[in-house]
T-cell receptor
Framework: AQSVAQPEDQVNVAEGNPLTVKCTYSVSGNPYLFWYVQYPNRGLQFLLKYITGDNLVKGSYGFEAEFNKSQTSFHLKKPSALVSDSALYFCAVRDNGGANNLFFGTGTRLTVIP | ETGVTQTPRHLVMGMTNKKSLKCEQHLGHNAMYWYKQSAKKPLELMFVYSLEERVENNSVPSRFSPECPNSSHLFLHLHTLQPEDSALYLC??????????????FGPGTRLTVT
């Protein structure tokens, strides 16, 4: 079975500081990992995905994520946080049976403090 | 959003009512999904359709009935719901249900309240 865990329900960071939202995964075989963001009253928006290759994946809005196989982690990062980054962030892993189904974490609420 | 749209955005219904949620994707995708989002819980995958054929039904109660008349439209028919069914219902689409991996594109959701 495959799953992801987001250990922090809430992350607070000051505007301009770097931010990290943590995700660890459990999957047999090669992991396909995703990050999504959800703004209030909106659906989830795709940020980035890891398939293979470079461990640092760049995505939308200046976000990037670092894949670490030995630590089974896929943390989301941004060098300088903006107030507008405040939202709910979801990590997801694809079904490793070949179907395109995604298994999501419980989400991390990021608050960027002006 | 013009990619994936959902109507209505908000719905309040009694336990004996019948209502339907509608989803439409304008992305030319071949796969569509229904998810349930409840507070503090992971998104729950409910149904998956590939080219109008249901390929997955994750033990969802029969009071939820999906319909996919074509690859652009997806419905979720609701009847005799329970208060615990109150949640945000999200529709998503992707290029396909196999191969890829394909990112899924989500609609804004329907906030359902069962009274």
């Amino acid at each position: 079975a495959q799953s992801v865990a987001q250990p922090e329900d809430q992350v607070n960071v000051a505007e301009g500081n770097p931010l990290t939202v943590k995700c660890t995964y459990s999957v047999s075989g090669n992991p396909y990992l995703f990050w999504y963001v959800q703004y209030p009253n909106r659906g989830l928006q795709f940020l980035l995905k890891y398939i293979t290759g470079d461990n640092l994946v760049k995505g939308s809005y200046g976000f990037e994520a670092e894949f670490n196989k030995s630590q089974t982690s896929f943390h989301l990062k941004k060098p300088s946080a903006l107030v507008s980054d405040s939202a709910l962030y979801f990590c997801a892993v694809r079904d490793n049976g070949g179907a395109n189904n995604l298994f999501f974490g419980t989400g991390t609420r990021l608050t960027v403090i002006p | 959003e013009t990619g994936v749209t959902q109507t209505p955005r908000h719905l309040v219904m009694g336990m004996t009512n019948k209502k339907s949620l509608k989803c439409e994707q304008h992305l030319g995708h071949n796969a569509m999904y229904w998810y349930k989002q409840s507070a503090k819980k992971p998104l729950e995958l409910m149904f998956v359709y590939s080219l109008e054929e249901r390929v997955e039904n994750n033990s969802v109660p029969s009071r939820f009935s999906p319909e996919c008349p074509n690859s652009s439209h997806l419905f979720l028919h609701l009847h005799t719901l329970q208060p615990e069914d109150s949640a945000l219902y999200l529709c998503a689409s992707s290029q396909a249900t196999s191969g890829g991996p394909w990112e899924q594109y989500f609609g804004p959701g329907t906030r359902l309240t069962v009274t």
